[in-house]
């Protein structure tokens, strides 16, 4: 059984050697890629995840119908529209003008 437990020690002294190695030939991987391509490299926290990428999709989106629902509006109607968030989820609203009180 000491054989057994000297066998193992030797074993990971080895696996750890072999990770360092793989370590260090990654990082000079690496360095060398974003020294002959700087800006191809780009950063894990600088990447849009999935969800940014649907959220500019749906943004892109809901700005297309308000262009389209403010084009429309402003053919079909004699008011004047403008776009702007709504919490009711109105694409446009209208603009009512101000009038003066006749005393």
């Given at each position: ?75 079909h ?16 609203l ?10």
């Open positions: 059984m000491a054989a057994n437990a000297a066998g193992s020690g030797f074993q990971n002294k080895t696996r750890v050697s072999i990770l360092s190695e793989l370590d260090k030939e990654k990082r000079r991987l690496i360095q060398s890629q974003s020294a002959s391509c700087p800006g191809t490299s780009i950063p894990l926290s600088n990447r849009p995840s999935a969800r940014e990428g649907r959220d500019s999709a749906e943004q892109q989106h809901i700005a297309a119908q308000q262009k389209a629902a403010l084009q429309h509006a402003h053919v109607s004699s008011g004047f529209f403008i776009t702007q968030d709504s919490s009711f989820g109105n694409l446009i209208p603009v009512l003008p101000r009038l003066e009180p006749d005393f």
